[in-house]
């Protein structure tokens, strides 16, 4: 299944029902009598998120959605049947914007999630329903209300603790496929990787995390140039990054260059983004014949106060390692966010 994280649709809430003008006359009631039923409520259009999802593309196929109408009122004081409720169902992590205004309607994190999008017009009420003393015999009622319309941009962001960056070629497919199950396409050319690919990392029975794997960044890409920013809001709700860098020299660029490139090119597309902790990673140490060439970019890096981890993500050296220090982080950062410290600030 093609991957789409992007998608804009059409929303049309049932209108309701109209209401009915009718009297009753019977044997026993010579004069008769107002009978009209109101009308059925129109259905809303509801948006649900389905963790069984993981991609928008039927959206492209069906880009407008319709909830039914109600049924109109009866004689006898038959109130005519409620619309259904549409319900559309998106992965978890789609937020969902008013495409007119830019306004933020929702945002689905979590599975069972929802919210209406276009509300269902009200049924008029029928004769029946405005009999009084004063007024035995109205021959009038209410038309049911136009259902809500509205044009809806569906953007979906990826669930995921751990956030993989890097330049292109710096190894992050393999890294990911090294440490997961998932199976990312890996070449030795340049944007090997078009979507992005989510990985499950298992520690234990009890204990996993999810890393993404996004496309890599070039400098300009908050120009558009490479394939851009377009897919960094998917690592934008991970706990922290790990910033995987080309060790090797076979790209002829210097790793440390590398790494306040895309620091750059993260604060430029969101500066809450480029704040995350983060967890560097030296890559492709298997092209070192002397693992002592290795201190000077240490060294360096050390400079900065920035512990660097060396791995080689094709042979598996120092693989091990790395996901430890990744999951202590992990832990860390979660027992951090659960203290009261901050859920005071939250509150």
């Known amino acids: 299944m093609k991957f789409v994280d992007e998608a804009d649709i059409e929303v049309h809430a049932g209108n309701g029902g109209a209401g009915c003008v009718s009297f009753l006359r019977e044997k026993y009631r010579p ?24 991609t928008l593309q039927d959206f492209k196929f069906q880009p407008i959605q319709r909830a039914p109408n109600g049924e109109p009122g009866r004689g006898k004081e038959q109130h ?26 929702a945002d689905l994190a979590a599975d069972g999630a929802s919210t209406i999008v276009a509300q269902g017009g009200r049924g008029g009420r029928g004769n029946a329903t405005f009999k009084s003393s004063t007024n035995q015999s109205p021959r009038y009622a209410q038309p049911g209300t136009p259902g809500e319309e509205r044009q809806v941009h569906l953007e979906l962001r990826l669930l995921a603790d751990v956030g993989l960056v890097g330049f292109p070629n710096a190894g992050k ?15 030795d050319f340049p944007f090997t990787t078009l979507v992005p690919n ?55 660029r210097s790793p440390l260059q590398d790494y306040d490139i895309i620091n750059r090119e993260l604060a430029r597309f969101d ?17 070192f014949a002397d693992r002592a060439e290795l ?12 512990d660097l981890h060396a791995v080689s993500a094709a042979t598996g050296e120092g693989m091990r390692d790395a996901v430890n220090v990744i999951a202590a982080a992990l832990r860390e950062r979660r027992a951090n966010a659960q203290s009261p410290t901050d859920i005071e600030d939250e509150l």
């Open 173 to 187: 497919s393999t890294f990911i496929s090294r440490i997961s199950a998932a199976r990312p396409r890996i070449a």
């Open 31 to 54: 004069f008769g009598g107002p009978a009209g039923g109101n009308g059925g409520n129109g259905g809303s259009v509801i948006i649900l998120a389905d963790s069984a999802l993981s």
């Open 198 to 252: 989510l990985g499950v990392v298992r520690l234990s029975d009890v204990e996993s995390f999810v890393v993404a794997d996004v496309p890599g960044l070039i400098e300009g890409a908050h120009e558009g140039q490479g394939l851009g920013h377009r897919f960094l809001r998917h690592i934008s709700r991970t706990a922290i990054l790990v910033h995987l860098l080309d060790a090797g020299g076979l790209s002829g």
């Open 80 to 105: 005519g049947k409620a619309g259904e409720d549409r319900t559309i169902r998106v992965p978890v992590g789609t937020r969902i914007f008013d495409r007119e205004t830019g306004e933020l309607l």
């Open 295 to 306: 201190a000077p970019l240490t060294r360096a890096f050390a400079e900065r106060g920035i």
């Open 271 to 287: 500066p809450e983004l480029a704040k995350k902790p983060q967890i560097v990673i030296a890559n492709k140490i298997d092209l």
